[in-house]
């Protein structure tokens, strides 16, 4: 998966706690995404960033999730006051973002356990 | 971006070749056909992707209809690892705004017999 690299990969949070999960992107890649999937599911779009800029955050619940990608460092998505709905594995993919085409890269995933 | 219809599921011999059919009939002129794989419980792997003209890389080749209203997507031979569900979508190229993401649909279960 060309060096997404997604952090904790699994992750246990108690109901009302917040979840922080992270994507470094691959070097030189300056676009990120994060999709949910539901257990049994498919992969649900949720976010797009580039660099300092969400650019589509349509599938985001409009409540209590939010991402960032700063200049420096990983993306951040993070979940506040956890539910056990959002139990799910999330996936963080990174491409090039130059014009034209370009392939989308995907990390390993984090898993998410609300208990 | 168009919408794909693949099958639900598909079996077979591992060694052989697995063939899988897409159908994105409603594909406009500057949307590119991708291909993902999801093997369990792991992220999205790309396998390929076109825009017109038959592609081939190290995991499979990628052929377009002459209408680019559907693809097949080959692998030459089948192990038990390309086990996974197949995923086909098809989107514009990075032109700006929100275009750029992938629009997931439920995909082909391929399983390899041993």
């Known amino acids: 998966n060309a060096g997404v690299m997604q952090n904790p990969r699994h992750l246990v949070r108690r109901r009302g706690q917040e979840a922080r999960l992270r994507c470094s992107p691959v070097?030189?890649?300056?676009?990120v995404y994060w999709y949910r999937q539901l257990p049994e599911e498919g992969l649900k779009f949720m976010v797009y960033?580039?660099?300092?800029?969400?650019?589509?955050e349509s599938g985001m619940p409009k409540e209590r999730f939010s991402a960032e990608f700063p200049k420096e460092g990983p993306s951040i998505l993070r979940i506040q006051q956890v539910v056990r709905g959002d139990s799910a594995a999330y996936f963080c993919?990174?491409?090039?973002?130059?014009?034209?085409?370009?392939?989308?890269?995907f990390g390993q995933g984090t898993r998410l356990t609300v208990v | 971006d168009a919408k794909t219809t693949q099958p639900p599921s598909m079996d077979c011999a591992e060694g052989r070749a697995a063939n899988l059919p897409c159908n994105h009939s409603?594909?406009?002129?500057?949307?590119?056909v991708y291909w993902y794989r999801q093997i369990h419980s792991q992220g999205p792997q790309y396998i390929i992707h076109?825009?017109?003209n038959n592609e081939t890389n190290e995991m499979a080749s990628l052929i377009i209809t002459e209408d680019r209203k559907s693809s097949t997507l080959i692998l030459p031979h089948a192990t038990l690892r390309d086990t996974a569900v197949y995923y086909c979508?098809?989107?514009?190229?990075?032109?700006?705004?929100?275009?750029?993401?992938?629009?997931f649909g439920k995909g082909t279960l391929l399983t390899v017999n041993p």
């Open positions: 993919a990174s491409a090039k973002g130059d014009r034209g085409y370009t392939e989308a890269f």
């Open positions: 070097k030189g890649h300056s676009h």
């Open positions: 960033l580039q660099k300092e800029n969400i650019i589509d």
């Open positions: 409603t594909i406009s002129g500057n949307e590119y």
């Open positions: 076109g825009l017109k």
């Open positions: 979508i098809v989107r514009v190229g990075m032109s700006g705004g929100s275009n750029y993401k992938l629009t």
